[in-house]
């Protein structure tokens, strides 16, 4: 049984930075490729970031490159996303994925998923 469980959510004003993580079962943290997607109300669940099993190779969304830097820590089982410069437009639910296609950006190529954590960006 693969179990994600996010941490780290809040409210921040605007340019503030927060940082995300996402503990992981041991199988899930050394055998899975991960990823971050957010979801804001009325919308679709969108892309963030992804990064490969061991770490070497990560791909972001265009909107928070630059801005969000995704990592993992294997001895830890634990994924994370730094998450600086924020804008209102970050606010949303964030939700850890893993999956095994290395570097997927839609939700249909990752197979189990965190409860969600809320981003609040206020102006």
């Known amino acids: 049984q693969v179990q994600l469980v996010e941490s780290g959510g809040g409210s921040v004003q605007a340019g503030g930075s927060l940082r995300l993580s996402c503990a992981a079962s041991?199988?899930?943290?050394?055998?899975?490729?991960m990823g971050w997607f957010r979801q804001a109300p009325g919308k679709e669940r969108d892309f963030v970031a992804a990064?490969?099993?061991?770490?070497?190779?990560?791909n972001y969304a265009d909107s928070v490159k630059g801005r969000f830097f995704i990592s993992r820590d294997k001895s830890e089982n634990t994924v994370y996303l730094q998450m600086n410069s924020l804008k209102p437009e970050d606010t949303a639910i964030y939700y850890c994925?893993?999956?095994?296609?290395?570097?997927?950006?839609?939700?249909?190529?990752?197979?189990?998923w965190g409860q969600g954590t809320q981003v609040t960006v206020s102006s």
């Open positions: 041991e199988r899930t943290g050394s055998t899975y490729a």
């Open positions: 994925a893993s999956g095994r296609t290395v570097l997927a950006t839609t939700t249909q190529r990752y197979d189990y």
């Open positions: 990064i490969s099993r061991s770490g070497s190779m990560t």
